[in-house]
């Protein structure tokens, strides 16, 4: 089984080369952290991003295993995931 792990997306885009690389995976587990960026991307082009994400999570629901971060955590507003970062809201 070949399971593809991709962690620590913030806002970047790069998953989308890595699963075209390799389009054979059976798994494709994002390990979170999918916003909250500490480089110049806007919350604009981050929220299309995690749309991005979910659409390919639709589209492949048996393949596309999605995880919570502990970025995502802090903006579900749990006092005990506060991180640093770019704040989306």
Request: glycine share 6%; proline share 2%.
């Amino acid at each position: 089984m070949k399971i593809i792990a991709l962690g620590d997306i913030h806002g970047r885009d790069c998953w989308k080369d890595i699963v075209t690389k390799h389009p054979d995976a059976d798994k494709y587990v994002f390990l979170g952290d999918y916003v909250s960026t500490h480089e110049d991307i806007s919350s604009e082009v981050q929220c299309i991003n995690l749309r991005n994400i979910l659409d390919f999570k639709t589209a492949n629901p048996d393949k596309v295993v999605l995880l919570r971060g502990n970025h995502d955590m802090q903006h579900l507003k749990y006092s005990w995931a506060e991180c640093s970062g770019y704040d989306i809201r």
